[in-house]
């Protein structure tokens, strides 16, 4: 998964193996940790 925030031109690059990766709550975490980087580093 790539992230990508333009307007703080930040970028996360998440590799990683899922053994159920359709399920949409596999990816609550890394969201919510992306968000919380984009507050504080996306100044």
Same mark, same amino acid.
């Given at each position: 998964?790539?992230?990508?925030?333009?307007?703080? *031109? $930040? =970028?996360?690059?998440?590799?990683?193996?899922?053994? *159920?990766?359709?399920?949409?709550?596999?990816?609550?975490?890394?969201?919510?940790?992306? $968000?919380? =980087? =984009?507050?504080? $580093?996306? *100044?």
């Amino acid at each position: 998964m790539i992230l990508v925030d333009p307007a703080s *031109k $930040l =970028v996360m690059v998440h590799t990683a193996v899922r053994q *159920k990766p359709s399920e949409d709550a596999s990816y609550a975490e890394l969201l919510t940790m992306w $968000l919380n =980087v =984009v507050a504080q $580093l996306g *100044k």
